[in-house]
């Protein structure tokens, strides 16, 4: 994997990074948000992975990502999904 940009948003407290990287398949945000841990030595939690783009038969993949401080800074940020509602299932 290869920094490509990397910015600081103080405001945010979060480090905003697009990376590259290489693989036969398509990575997904669970492999790639594990990758970026470890390459960037941060909390796997503390991440939030914005998009995986790639070019059709190309083996190089754009990684957005989002590396919070804290897990709490994420949690105040980072909007939270939505809950389904359990009168769907009684129709």
């Not at 480090?15 to 990758?35: H, L, Y």
């Not at 991440?47 to 070019?55: C, D, E, G, N, Q």
């Not at 990502?65 to 359990?86: C, F, G, H, L, R």
Request: charged share 40%; glycine share 4%; hydrophobic share 35%.
């Amino acid at each position: 994997m290869k920094r490509m940009q990397e910015r600081y948003n103080a405001l945010l407290k979060r480090t905003e990074i697009v990376a590259a990287m290489d693989s036969q398949e398509n990575p997904g945000f669970e492999k790639a948000r594990a990758d970026i841990a470890k390459e960037c030595k941060a909390d796997e939690e503390a991440i939030v992975i914005k998009a995986v783009r790639s070019h059709f038969g190309r083996h190089s993949f754009a990684i957005e990502a989002d590396i919070y401080d804290s897990v709490e800074q994420k949690n105040k940020i980072e909007q939270k999904p939505k809950a389904k509602k359990a009168a769907e299932g009684a129709k």
